[in-house]
């Protein structure tokens, strides 16, 4: 199939891509990060009037997933216009645009959506409420696109995995860290939903073969605190746990409000897609055989001169 990813310099576009190239002819939307990606790149800014019908008469792709979005929390503080015309007013755009020309469309939203006050898991008919600028913007980009166009899918997500610039992943920050013998911090009080990127990427592939729509929780199926995946990252990589030490959110000085409770359920997903979804040791055996493989190296070796 003809895949049109958006965000392709970052975390998930850049592993999707990597992921799919060989069953799938990849086109990646970039400003100009990657110079040597072994698949096809549009240099493109998306806020650009016109950006997204250009791109969709370009690149002719059969299906398109967004990927792109201004995903740090304190920048979208900092900058909510920035925030709500990347997060919301984009979606929008690319929502109207592929229904226009019927092409399937997932949006990439996130776990952030939710204010963490349940005690338990979140399902998709959980009211969100959200925190901060980010998640409000991200909750507006799924009700934009689902209102634009009802048979586009929107996927809740979490994961982490290697990067181009090698530290936009929470498994980075605790495997640089580690590695570096700094000592650092994790919360223990923050529940989240790890998954490789890669198998949340083999996921949404799965999801638009079956021809889903609606919303989607895709996340890891086992949930953890932030501290205890950083122990699991260091046991993994056979490194000194006890430079990670517990720590509580309330203590932190993070600018933006988080939600403490990550925890979705994936029940929904699995029903549909009719099997289970990867689990954690199995993806992190699989994110440690990336290292030994040389795979970092290769992400980042697209981006050099
Ligand atoms: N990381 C997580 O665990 C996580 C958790 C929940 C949800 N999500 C969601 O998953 C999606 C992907 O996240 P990610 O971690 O891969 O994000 P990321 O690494 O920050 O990547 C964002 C991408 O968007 C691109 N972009 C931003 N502004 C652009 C513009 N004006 N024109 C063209 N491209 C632009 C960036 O390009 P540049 O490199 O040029 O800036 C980058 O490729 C996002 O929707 C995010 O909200 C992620």
């Given at each position: 199939m003809k895949l049109l990813l958006t965000g392709v310099s970052g975390l998930l576009g850049l592993n999707f891509a990597q992921e799919t190239?060989?069953?799938?002819?990849?086109?990646?939307?970039?400003?100009?990060?990657?110079?040597?990606a072994p698949f096809k790149v549009l240099k493109q800014d998306l806020l650009d009037s016109n950006a997204v019908d250009s791109i969709l008469d370009s690149a002719a792709p059969e299906w398109v997933v967004n990927c792109a979005a201004l995903a740090d929390l304190d920048a979208?503080?900092?900058?909510?216009?920035?925030?709500?015309?990347?997060?919301?007013?984009?979606?929008?755009?690319?929502?109207?645009?592929?229904?226009?020309?019927?092409?399937?469309?997932?949006?990439i939203s996130t776990?952030?959506?939710?204010?963490?006050?349940?005690?338990?898991?979140?399902?998709?008919e959980d009211m969100p409420n959200p925190l901060g600028v980010y998640a409000k913007t991200k909750l507006e980009g799924e009700w934009a696109v689902l209102t634009e166009n009802p048979k586009a899918m929107v996927a809740r997500v979490n994961f982490y995995g290697w990067s181009l610039a090698g530290r936009r992943?929470?498994?980075?920050?605790?495997?640089?860290?580690?590695?570096?013998?700094?000592?650092?911090?994790?919360?223990?009080d923050v529940i989240f939903c790890p998954m490789l990127v890669n198998d949340t990427a083999r996921t949404l592939v799965a999801m638009l073969q079956r021809g889903l729509s609606g919303l989607y929780h895709l996340v890891g199926p086992q949930a953890m605190s932030k501290y205890q995946f950083g122990v699991e990252i260091a046991r993994k990589f056979?490194?000194?746990?006890?430079?990670?030490?517990?720590?509580?959110?309330?203590?932190?000085?993070?600018?933006?409000?988080?939600s403490n409770n990550l925890w979705l359920s994936t029940h929904k997903l699995t029903a549909?897609?009719?099997?289970?979804?990867?689990?954690?040791?199995?993806?992190?055996?699989?994110?440690?055989?990336?290292?030994?493989?040389?795979?970092?190296?290769?992400?980042?070796?697209?981006?050099?001169?």
């Open positions: 190239m060989s069953a799938h002819e990849i086109t990646g939307v970039d400003r100009g990060k990657l110079l040597h979208c503080e900092e900058d909510p216009d920035l925030a709500k015309r990347l997060n919301t007013d984009l979606p929008r755009r690319f929502a109207r645009a592929c229904k226009a020309r019927n092409i399937p469309f997932v949006h776990d952030a959506v939710f204010d963490g006050e349940k005690d338990g898991f979140y399902s998709e992943s929470l498994a980075e920050f605790f495997f640089n860290n580690l590695t570096n013998s700094k000592s650092m911090s994790g919360f223990t056979s490194l000194r746990e006890s430079e990670i030490s517990p720590k509580s959110i309330l203590s932190s000085s993070l600018t933006a409000r988080r549909d897609l009719g099997r289970d979804l990867p689990d954690f040791s199995t993806g992190l055996n699989e994110f440690c055989t990336q290292y030994q493989q040389g795979y970092p190296q290769k992400l980042r070796s697209y981006q050099q001169a």
